[in-house]
């Protein structure tokens, strides 16, 4: 699959199948996470995989209750260090944060050519979550990503034009139409 293609199939799946991820797949997920760009090629993250059912679950309970991530055969914590990301960028004074959704947006597109559904969690007990997986005081919990089979295969479809903004909506050439 081209990345085009995984781009307009990408989903927030929020119901998983029983499905284990294949050792092969859990490593071109890691890879994927690995190889994403950062500012000044720092690196700034550290990345928690959770496969346990058990701590899946705890982890879902301090995400707001939102248990349905415990379906998921995976969650990756992504942990920004900003004492490491001294390469500031503009309007942030930081890039930990940015480096880290750049590399689980890296981890969506492979999961969603592995025909792996993903979603963005950003409710989340941070000081309950570091407290839970040891997650040190100088590193911050930027988001969650549970990683699994969709319950249903029509969750991996093509996007539709209609779910989209227009691009006359999105787009200016050369300078802001504001």
């Known amino acids: 699959m081209d990345v085009m293609q995984a781009i307009r199939i990408r989903r927030s799946v929020r119901h998983y199948a029983p499905r284990a991820i294949a050792?092969?797949?859990?490593e071109h997920l890691r890879e994927a996470l690995r190889a994403a760009p950062s500012a000044c090629n720092l690196q700034p993250w550290h990345f928690i995989l959770v496969t346990e059912p058990g701590l899946r679950r705890r982890?879902?309970?301090?995400?707001?209750q939102q248990l349905w991530m415990a379906e998921a055969s995976l969650i990756v914590v992504g942990c920004g260090l900003p004492g490491g990301a001294y390469c500031h960028m503009a309007g942030t004074g930081n890039s930990a944060t940015?480096?880290?959704a750049i590399a689980l947006d890296h981890l969506t597109l492979a999961a969603a050519a592995e025909g792996l559904g993903t979603c963005w969690i950003g409710a989340f007990d941070e000081a309950a979550l570091k407290e839970l997986?040891?997650?040190?005081?100088?590193q911050r919990?930027?988001?969650l990503m549970p990683v699994?089979?969709?319950a249903e295969r029509s969750l991996l479809k093509p996007l539709e034009e209609s779910e989209r903004k227009p691009e006359s909506e999105i787009?200016?050439?050369?300078?802001h139409r504001g």
């Open 171 to 175: 787009f200016s050439q050369e300078r």
């Open 148 to 150: 699994g089979y969709p």
């Open 98 to 100: 940015i480096d880290v």
């Open 133 to 138: 997986l040891h997650v040190p005081a100088d």
């Open 141 to 143: 919990i930027i988001a």
């Open 59 to 64: 982890v879902a309970e301090l995400c707001s």
């Open 23 to 26: 050792p092969a797949t859990l």
